[in-house]
Every structure is written in C-alpha cells, then in structure tokens.
C-alpha cells in the first residue's frame, strides 16, 4: 500500500468513527446542559464551594464566575510551581522561576498549554497532576459552559438568563470529560502508553552521555489533553513521544479524540435551539474547513522534489516514521483548526507551504472544529456576521434563528473577530521591531518570521503548538506570550456573553417568505467564503512575508 492511499484510507476510517460518534455524544450533552438534576457528587462541589446551581445568572454575572474561577486557577497554578523544590514528588527539579511560572500558570488555564520548558525535565509528578492535568479538565469545561451560554442566548427570549455557570462547569467535568478521559485512557494504556509514578531512570549510553527517562500519569494526562482540546505534553517530544503516542492506531485515536467533542457539539447546538438542520448547517462548514485542509496539507506535503524525499515518500524531516506522512498531515490540520496544539510532528519542518497551512488553520479563528467550546462560539459569531452580510445584499434586516441582528449585536460580533489579529500582529511586529527578541530565532529570513508569527498566533488563539526553533523560554516572550494568551482567551468570551445576553432579551422574530434559511448548503458555501475573506484579508500581508514566500522559493 502506497502511502498517499494509507492517508486517504486513515482520513476515511476517522470520518467514520466521528460519523458514529456524533448523534449519541451531541444529543448526549444537549441533556447534560438541559437537565435539572444534579449527581449527588455534584451537589456536593456545590456545598464545597458555596455555590446555588439553581440560580440563574444574566451575562455578567456569568461572565464574573469564569473571570474568577480561571484568576484562581492562575494564582494556584503559579504558587504550585514556585513551592514545587519543597513539595514532594518533584524527582528533585527545582521551583519554576517566575516569569516561566507566570506563562504556564496562564497557559493551562486559558486552555493554551504553551510550553517553553522540557516537561521532562522540569514538572514533577504533583505539577503535572495536581497542576496541569486538573487545569485540563476545568480549563477545557469553562470553554463549553461559555458555548452553551451563547447557544441559550440563541433558545431563549424575552430574558437576560443564560444558566447558572457552575453548574456548567462542574456538569461539563464530571459528566463528559471525566467519563470520556477515563475510557481514552484505559484505551492508551492497552495500546503501550505508559502509566506510573516512577521516578528518573538511566537507560544507557547516548552519544557520549547517559540517557534518562521519566515514568509518570502519562496516559490519563494525554487522554485529556486532547479529549478537551488543551495540547500540553507530559515531555518536549509531545505526542510524537512513543510513551505518549505509541502507535499508528493510537495516533488516528488521539486525533478522533481532540475532534469528537467540537463537532458534536453543533448537534448539541442544534437540539437545544430546536432545529437540527440548523446544527448540520455548522457542522458541514466545519467539516468542509477541515477536509480542505487537510486535502491540501496531504497535496503540499506529498507534492516533493528530489530523489530522497520520493525515496521516503514524502517530506519526512520533522515526522516520525511509524506514524507517516499521511496521519502526521491529518493531525497537524486537526491540532491547528482545533485549539488543541499538541504534535506528532514538528510543523517547522513541514515544507514552507505546509507550514502556512498550520498557521492559518488557527488564524481562522480554530473554529472548524474549533476547541471545546471556543469552536462553536466561534463558528455562531462568523454565522451572525455572515447573515448581516446577506442582510446586506438584499436591503433586508438580517436575523439568525428567529433574532435579530442590529448594531448591538454587530458591534459585539465585530470586537470579537478584530481582538485576536490585532494580538496577534501587534506582538509579532514588536518582537520584530525590537533589538533582543529576534536574537531567539533560530532562523533568518522568511522561515525566521514564521517562526514569532506562529508563537502570537498560537498564543493568542489559545492553540499551543509551537514552530520550533525558536526559544520562547526568555523574559520577552514568556511574559508577551502569557499576556497574548489572557487576552485572547477571556476578551472574546466578554464579547461572547455579551451577544449572548444581548439575544436572550429579544422577542422572536417570525419567520417570512424574505427571512434568509440559515440551514440550506447556500448559508453554508457563504459562511464558509466569508470565514476565508475576512481571515486573507486580514492575515494576508503577514502570511507574504513568512510561510507564503519561503513556499514559492523553495
């Protein structure tokens, strides 16, 4: 078998298994956030923390709690890694220092999980569990509760409620992440991921040196890792570490794990607003975001020249061996549309047009599928600016679901598209203006500029994977990073809740004979084209400067 034909086929098998998935999970947790029953244990987080799930919240109280909660999740992430060189477990690694403690603490939290450190070689095993693998868990919940939030906002009328978001919360970690963690890594673990809480161990001899291998929870923290988007790996290698990602079955299981989630999540949506068309209508422009890009990740990365890489079958260099050139591009797409960031390969060494394939999957705004949660939200505010667009063509009020979309809502929708590029590209212009961080590059010229463009852009939109060749572990850009992460994270959810708010208090709107049917292919092929334009134009120049022209000069 030839290795474009076992890509294809792999692609085929994980449509398959996301197709199976899709009903049960989606309607699954539509119920989950519909009920008004709570588990025993439930009630019990409620009692321990002080908190009424029955209360309904309007959009700033809601947005209080995710501010609050995640600000608390900083401050004991960062005292966790400060304390580390006293706490036991550590395997004898010293405390974080803080500007390094300062951008992890927010990296696990915002559900980034940026690393500019060696796991290996610097987390313990309490950091690691009690750390970063609870901040995976919660992280990854606050990003659905704040979705669903927006997704009442659509059901609702006549009110500013939105639910109650502990309730959210604590519902989204022990009803669907827990359960589905615990299933994915029972399922690593047999297929060799590793499990324990074993210490540092001397392998043999490596040029010239002694080798050492860490055990540690390797396979409960993967399992999250991608079950709730976040991408941190248990060692520097990520998932293309064979005790992280020990087979080629385990690496197309891990990449229907980081998906499963995002695009059931438009059948949640679509139960909880009543329409299930509506929820195809954003899962098929999800899916056709996602195969696109892949198709052409697999065209541009199997498209080589040169007797070597036809030898290899493919562009290898950067790309482990026993997971392909086919299953490395599926999963280097699917980890960069999604806000997930963790790798079986390493993007830098994709070829130049590869590589800028990578980087504008996040710079889409990872909606398609998008992270847990932050996808949906995303996909439902490029939908309200595509239907004002077509309100536009047509002379005509625009309305989504029965609401209506005036200069409230459009001003809201329009800060929530604008914050993150202009993250994005102020920070990477100033590390490029500035004397000391260019010195961080390993590389000059075009590739060099892909290399801060891919940070900024992978921090601010929460994705996490990194370009290599650049030591992100300075002042400069653990401290850029981190606030690029913050603001990326939790000002769009400020716009998020506020549309959401904005929407629930709205009369519905009935539908006419002129009312736009958001749940025919035509508002998909125009959601999609007006996802592509506002990202070129907005992206493009950057885009010239780095991977664009290190592809056309290869």
Not at 380 to 400: D, K, N, Q, S
Not at 458 to 469: K, Q, Y
Not at 507 to 520: D, H, M, N
Request: glycine share 12%; with cysteine; proline share 4%.
């Amino acid at each position: 078998m030839g290795p474009v034909l076992a890509g294809v086929l792999q692609l085929l098998a994980l449509i398959g298994a996301l197709a199976l998935a899709y009903i049960p999970l989606g309607n699954y947790m539509a119920r989950v956030y519909s009920s008004d029953k709570h588990w025993r244990v439930e009630k019990w987080i409620y009692k321990g923390i002080g908190a009424d799930p029955n209360t309904e919240m309007r959009w700033p109280a809601y947005l209080r709690g995710v501010l609050a909660f995640s600000a608390v999740g900083v401050f004991f992430l960062y005292l966790l890694q400060r304390l580390q060189g006293i706490l036991p477990g550590s395997l004898g690694f010293s405390s974080v220092n803080p500007a390094q403690s300062f951008n992890t603490a927010v990296s696990f939290v915002t559900n980034t999980n940026w690393q500019s450190y060696y796991g290996e070689q610097t987390m313990g095993h309490v950091v690691q569990t009690a750390g970063l693998a609870v901040q995976n868990f919660v992280s990854a919940a606050v990003g659905i509760a704040v979705a669903v939030a927006l997704v009442r906002g659509f059901a609702r009328s006549r009110t500013g409620e939105l639910g109650n978001f502990w309730a959210d919360l604590v519902r989204g970690v022990m009803r669907i992440l827990v359960p589905l963690s615990v299933v994915a890594a029972i399922v690593l673990v047999a297929c060799g991921a590793i499990q324990n809480f074993s210490g540092i161990h001397e392998v043999g001899q490596f040029m010239g040196g002694h080798q050492q291998w860490n055990g540690g929870a390797v396979a409960s923290q993967e399992a999250i890792k991608e079950v709730g988007t976040n991408g941190g790996g248990y060692f520097n290698a990520n998932s293309a570490h064979p005790f992280e990602n020990p087979t080629p079955f385990t690496n197309l299981f891990e990449i229907f794990l980081l998906l499963v989630i995002p695009f059931a999540l438009t059948r949640t949506f679509g139960v909880m607003v009543g329409s299930i068309k509506q929820g195809y209508a954003i899962l098929a422009t999800m899916a056709t975001i996602w195969v696109g890009f892949v198709a052409l990740m697999m065209w541009t990365e199997f498209a080589h020249h040169g007797s070597a890489l036809q030898i290899a079958g493919g562009a290898m260099e950067g790309k482990e061996q026993r997971i392909g050139v086919g299953a490395s591009s599926i999963f280097a797409v699917s980890t960069t549309l999604t806000s997930t960031g963790a790798v079986d390969s390493f993007h830098s060494s994709f070829t130049g047009l590869g590589g800028g394939i990578t980087m504008l999957g996040m710079q889409l705004g990872e909606i398609a599928p998008g992270g847990t949660g932050s996808g949906l939200y995303g996909m439902l505010i490029m939908a309200v600016i595509a239907v004002f667009i077509a309100g536009l063509m047509v002379g005509r009020t625009p309305e989504y679901l029965g609401k209506k979309i005036g200069t409230r809502e459009m001003k809201l929708a329009a800060c929530y598209i604008l914050i993150t590029p202009a993250l994005v590209l102020i920070f990477a212009a100033a590390s490029m203006a500035l004397p000391t961080p260019p010195h961080s590059m390993l590389n000059s010229g075009a590739h060099g500029f892909s290399e801060v463009l891919y940070a900024f852009t992978s921090a601010a939109n929460n994705n996490g994977s990194a370009f290599a060749g650049l030591n992100a572990n300075t002042d400069w850009f653990n401290t850029m990073t981190g606030l690029a992460m913050v603001l990326g994270r939790f000002l769009p959810m400020v716009f998020v809740l506020a549309l959401a708010g904005s929407l629930a208090g709205q009369k519905p709107v009935p539908v006419t004979a002129g009312t736009l049917r958001t749940e025919k292919p035509l508002f998909t092929g125009l959601l999609v084209g007006a996802i592509l334009i506002i990202t070129g134009l907005t992206y493009f120049p950057a885009l010239a400067l780095g991977p664009l022209a290190e592809g056309l000069a290869s």
